[in-house]
């Protein structure tokens, strides 16, 4: 019997070998983020951070997910940037749709809801100040997430496994980063694992992060910001501020949309229609070849 050889799994080896590192590194541009910016993280829970704070914090959460992927990559330029899925290919269009998807979702979970009385809302409060600032906010988590996540760890799980193999380890690995986030729950990880597929779908079948980072842009921003509710437990500034009846497996509770049985199906119908696109431009793409 043939016995796999390392190099079989080296892809698993890379992907399991930079979460240590990562989360070393993160943890201590975090601390000196929390230095500059006044945040008392001794104190939290009677000196909450703000948003200027969470800006700080998840800026410098950014730079030490590019430090560490640099790091393991040991090659800074063109090609890192090209490597990990930042090609100048479509880059508009993906981004537009990555951001038009979530947008439609959370505007769909949102009036669903509303109109199943599982939320109201309780007021509208405009902060252009804030705003901006969970713009950049969620700017700097989908693009640290994207390229950690599907840059970095499904890139390396690929050159093992078939794509799709990949592809779920690596949502695994997206799942139980959150295991420490308030609320948490089986069916919250179970979301964020299919959320996982959802992000990397394009990715295994383009190596392009532009789609990713624009859609988990989206998905937060439209969520927290705008919708009002929670983005993985979080609880941050809304321009609509909703409230619950009670907490439901509809409406995701303190965990947010995203932690909701009917995110789950959203997210099942939007990885069902891409799969479909790739397969019927696969089978052209086949028949081009042939063709010629």
Known sequence: MKIPSFDNHRGLYNSLNIILPYLIIAAVFQLISFYFSGYDYLNSTISP?????????????????????????????????????????????????????????????????????????????FDLTELLLNIGIFIFVAIGEEVLFRGYILNNLMKSYTKYVALIVSSLFFSLLHLGNDFISVLNLFDLFIAGILLGITYINTKRLWFPIALHFSWNFFQGTIFGFN????????????????????NGGGFGFEGSLLSLLFQIIAIYLIL??????????????IST
Do not use: C, H
Request: aromatic share 12%; proline share 2%.
């Open 49 to 125: 951070n703000t948003s200027l704070q969470t800006f700080i914090t998840a800026l410098a959460t950014l730079l030490a997910t590019f430090v560490t992927v640099l790091l393991f990559k040991k090659k800074l330029g063109r090609e890192f940037f090209i490597n990990i899925g930042f090609q100048n290919i479509a880059v508009k269009k993906n981004l537009l749709l990555g951001i038009v998807l979530g947008f439609i979702i959370m505007l769909t979970g949102f009036l669903s809801l509303l109109f199943a009385n599982e939320i109201s809302i309780q007021s509208i409060n």
């Open 231 to 250: 983005v993985s437990g979080n609880d941050d500034y809304s321009l609509i501020n909703i409230s619950y009846p009670s907490p439901t497996l509809w």
């Open 276 to 289: 479909e696109y790739y397969k019927k431009k696969n089978i052209k793409s086949n028949q081009v070849s």
